[in-house]
């Protein structure tokens, strides 16, 4: 049974009655600051660390458990006869619980307006020392840095004792903990000396939930979300209804929240396996919905739907005419939202109101033992300096709106991709083929509508004329794509012959 506790904490939920609870099994309580003060307004009786240390707390606080009675209190080797001996001879004290959790460096820094001074001053030293001191001595002493796990200690000492596969369970949650800490503390001065790509890196995470399992059964998996991030994203958004959200699930929902992200009017994206089967903007959700799914209704069913705007009772009627795995919304008008949840295994996302706001955080990508890190692809049409017509013939106005809305989709396609639109819906969309021109070939199979005076979004440069070919036997008139083939003049003749107009953006976007 533990004789003495060490209590110092910035999150104070439930601490006054675990205080109270464990001076009922006898055990002291040492505390610190704002906790002390807590604690006694609680009739609880504490021994102030300056009293324990023999030593006031100095520097605004700076130092107070900094101190050789502390740590010689929590890191004595219990059955070490030199440790027992030296501990006896300096008249110190065993520390046997220590209670501890951070300042609140984390809550500073994702407010709007806080500054340097303040981020540094909650940048806890004597917080995490103890814990470390703690968790490495877990043999005798028992670390607690969740508020959560007071009723186990309580239950255990109700039992007589803490066992030691809970210390060291705790232990590993501590390190764990102290190693988030200094990891988000890393990563504010990597932002604010402009360094991206450092030497060294940590990326901070938190288990948001577990899930049932990976892409496929026999693969376990879970779900960790960055603690500060602010972009509103898949990490961000609220289930509201349905069947617990799957790996595949999430990966979708991410793909679709950043396709419907870049469109500033209503627009609708419906994702499969990671790519778009149907795109659609309109001057209302309705419409750019229908836009979306006349592209391939086929493809769409079991499909996840990402939505820009509030989902009425009208779109809700629409939505509910197929199977869909997830929709996702800002939020949903209460009669849609009756509507669909008739629908008991249909998950239902509420985003909040989406903005134009991008965190500046990793594209990250999983290779066996390492991790490749770059920066997102958040690159756009820039309309004034970042294109070039190469082509006799120009585009129309009504091409060249078209051209853009392919372009920002063709973004979020599989390597390699072609996407076929006019200027408010896709109307073919070939990806992921290991050549170009089969991806020509498949976005026209799967065209339902004609594509006659239709346009054509490369998400790279053509490196021979078969694609154009292609793309002007199903009429064609106006593609976009990088340029920068060896064969672009070869590419461009094609267009010529063709009389298709041809736009170069000097920006590549694969995606694989």
Same mark, same amino acid.
């Given at each position: 049974?533990?004789?003495? %506790? ?18 009922? &099994? ?12 807590? =604690?006694? *307004? ?7 660390? !300056? ?16 101190? +050789? ?53 909650? #940048?806890?030293?004597?917080? +995490? ?33 803490? !066992? ?14 102290? %190693?988030? &800490? ?12 402009? #360094? ?7 990326? +901070? ?21 960055? +603690? ?10 609220? @289930? ?9 699930? =999430? ?5 679709? =929240? *950043? ?30 919905? $229908? &836009? ?28 509910? *005419? ?12 209460? *009669?849609?939202?009756? =509507? ?12 909040? $109101? ?24 958040? @690159? ?39 996407? &076929? ?63 920068? !083939? ?27």
């Amino acid at each position: 049974m533990p004789e003495r %506790a060490l209590i110092s904490v910035s999150n104070k939920e439930g601490i006054v009655e675990f205080a109270k609870s464990l001076v009922q &099994y006898g055990i002291e309580i040492i505390s610190t600051g704002g906790t002390a003060k807590l =604690l006694k *307004e609680n009739n609880i009786d504490i021994i102030e660390i !300056s009293d324990f240390t023999g030593f006031p707390e100095i520097l605004d606080g700076r130092v107070k458990t900094l101190h +050789p009675n502390v740590h010689a209190g929590i890191l004595n080797v219990r059955d070490n006869k030199d440790h027992t001996c030296i501990m006896e001879k300096m008249n110190l004290k065993n520390i046997d619980m220590v209670v501890v959790n951070l300042y609140p460096f984390e809550t500073t820094i994702s407010k709007e307006n806080f500054t340097f001074e303040e981020a540094i001053e909650n #940048i806890d030293i004597g917080g +995490p020392t103890m814990i470390r001191s703690a968790a490495k001595n877990h043999k005798f002493v028992t670390v607690i840095v969740d508020n959560k796990d007071f009723d186990l200690i309580l239950n255990e000492l109700h039992e007589g004792g803490i !066992s030691y596969n809970t210390r060291l369970n705790l232990a590993r949650k501590a390190f764990s903990h102290t %190693a988030l &800490y200094d990891s988000i503390i890393s990563n504010y001065f990597n932002k604010i000396c402009n #360094i991206k790509y450092p030497d060294e890196i940590t990326i +901070p995470m938190r288990k948001k939930l577990n899930l049932r399992y990976g892409e496929n059964p026999h693969q376990k998996a879970a779900f960790y979300k960055s +603690p500060i991030i602010k972009e509103i994203s898949a990490t961000t958004s609220e @289930k509201l209804h349905g069947k617990e959200l799957s790996f595949n699930n =999430l990966i979708d929902i991410n793909g679709a =929240l *950043e396709l419907i992200k870049e469109f500033e009017q209503p627009a609708a994206a419906i994702i499969k396996h990671t790519n778009p089967c149907g795109v659609g903007i309109a001057d209302n959700i309705f419409d750019a919905y $229908n &836009y979306a799914i006349e592209c391939d209704p086929t493809s769409a069913f079991g499909g996840i739907v990402a939505l820009n705007r509030t989902v009425d009772s009208k779109t809700a009627e629409k939505l509910s *005419e197929i199977f869909l795995e997830v929709v996702i919304a800002p939020d949903f008008e209460k *009669e849609a939202f009756n =509507l669909l949840t008739k629908k008991k295994n249909l998950r239902l996302i509420k985003t909040g $109101n989406l903005n134009n706001y991008r965190d500046n955080e990793y594209d990250i990508k999983k290779v066996v033992g390492g991790f490749l890190l770059q920066d997102r692809d958040l @690159k756009n049409f820039d309309e004034k300096t970042g294109f070039k017509v190469v082509t006799q013939r120009k585009p129309t106005r009504e091409e060249f709106e078209a051209l853009k809305f392919a372009w920002i989709v063709v973004k979020h396609v599989k390597s390699n991709a072609i996407v &076929y639109a006019n200027h408010n819906q896709t109307i073919g969309i070939g990806a992921g083929q290991m050549s170009r021109v089969d991806s020509s070939k498949i976005a026209a199979i799967k065209a339902r509508k004609p594509l006659k005076n239709a346009v054509m979004a490369s998400d790279a440069f053509f490196p021979f004329r078969d694609s154009v070919d292609e793309a002007a036997k199903h009429g064609i008139t106006a593609i976009i794509q990088p340029g920068g !083939s060896i064969r672009d003049d070869e590419v461009i003749q094609a267009a010529n012959e063709h009389n298709i107009s041809m736009i170069f953006t000097g920006v590549r976007h694969f995606k694989h």
